[in-house]
């Protein structure tokens, strides 16, 4: 007997079973989507380095709320990275939903992953789920170009340059770079150990910033090329490296006369003039010669302290007053600098081998 009503609870639990899926398996679809435009990027070879858009499009049935997006398998970031993580699908005039998803080509053997889409029934009770196929892709290599910088793009130029002696080996150049649809923070000049960007700004379309590089003297230019994606070849880029070594700029940089502390020192020889003069005047009056020792005292001050320091060891020299610049070097030991300007919590400082750069204000002594 109680063998038979085992039998008989199993088989109402198997009967429930199989009605509850069949009843799942009966339910209309409430989430559809579709890639727009995926046979683009079966036809045409991209770059790696390339960020290329992918229009996906969704529909919703029967009142059903999209609840979001996950990638089959996930992305790996060392192939191919989406930039646009936080996009938002947008209704359009036909009634579907529209998304471009960007993605930044890393590797050659990168792949667009499946897109699976979930959404809920109107009345709560059950998620549905739909996956936009996978897509394979060409992919180009163009780091075999021994001048290739590493950006591809619709647009790259050079908006403005300038060369400046650094030391005694070595020149300094600084250009800014304006790019369109590009990857320019991967700009990287080739057989060059010192260079970087100072200031940047990359964008999903625009991006910009200001780039430096270190050169030895005996090199007279510079050539590199991008690829440009609106004529699909590689592009030429030539600039020369005349160091500006004029007195009217950089002789200024490399042996300064700081201007505001040569005005200010003028104006305290004039007062102390003046004091002299009203000390004999009205009736030699102690006051004047008072008034005339400290600003004597505060002259010298400001000639001999704020024109020589050192600069401590194991402090950081950079091109530019900002945490986030370039560091030119870091000091093994203390050395003997010249202040030549300050900014916020830097000075601009000139050291003995007639290096320029900013430290912070706390590493002088």
Not at 70 to 96: A, H
Request: hydrophobic share 40%.
């Amino acid at each position: 007997m109680k063998n038979i009503l085992n039998i008989f609870i199993y088989f109402i639990f198997l009967t429930s079973g199989i009605l509850h899926a069949e009843d799942s398996d009966n339910r209309a679809k409430i989430v559809y989507v579709k890639i727009s435009d995926s046979q683009d990027y079966f036809s045409k070879p991209v770059y790696v380095g390339e960020t290329i858009p992918v229009t996906y499009s969704l529909l919703l049935f029967s009142n059903a709320r999209f609840s979001g997006t996950e990638f089959v398998g996930g992305i790996n970031t060392n192939k191919l990275i989406l930039r646009n993580p936080n996009t938002q699908w947008k209704l359009s005039s036909d009634g579907s939903y529209k998304a471009v998803y960007r993605y930044k080509i890393k590797s050659t053997d990168a792949f667009i992953p499946s897109l699976k889409v979930i959404a809920v029934s109107s009345d709560g009770n059950y998620t549905d789920s739909s996956s936009a196929p996978s897509i394979n892709l060409n992919i180009i290599d163009l780091y075999q170009n021994q001048k290739y910088v590493g950006v591809v793009g619709d647009e790259f130029r050079i908006t403005g340059y300038k060369a400046k002696t650094y030391d005694a080996s070595n020149n300094i150049l600084v250009f800014e770079v304006e790019a369109k649809n590009a990857n320019l923070e991967d700009l990287k000049l080739p057989d060059i150990d010192k260079q970087g960007f100072e200031s940047t700004h990359f964008g999903l379309e625009y991006s910009d910033g200001i780039y430096y590089c270190i050169v030895p003297k005996n090199v007279q230019d510079i050539s590199f090329e991008y690829f440009s994606l609106i004529e699909n070849r590689f592009k030429d880029i030539s600039l020369p490296i005349v160091p500006v070594d004029d007195v009217v700029s950089t002789q200024d940089d490399i042996k300064p006369k700081n201007n505001f502390l040569l005005f200010s020192n003028l104006i305290l020889i004039g007062l102390m003039v003046l004091s002299l003069v009203f000390y004999f005047v009205f009736g030699r009056k102690k006051i004047f010669l008072i008034i005339l020792g400290l600003l004597l005292v505060y002259l010298l001050w400001n000639v001999l302290s704020r024109h020589q320091a050192i600069l401590l060891a194991n402090k950081q020299i950079r091109i530019l007053p900002t945490h986030n610049s370039t560091v030119l070097e870091t000091t093994k030991k203390n050395i003997q600098v010249e202040i030549i300007g300050k900014h916020a919590k830097y000075y601009k400082i000139v050291t003995a081998d007639d290096r320029i750069g900013w430290v912070k204000k706390n590493d002088i002594q």
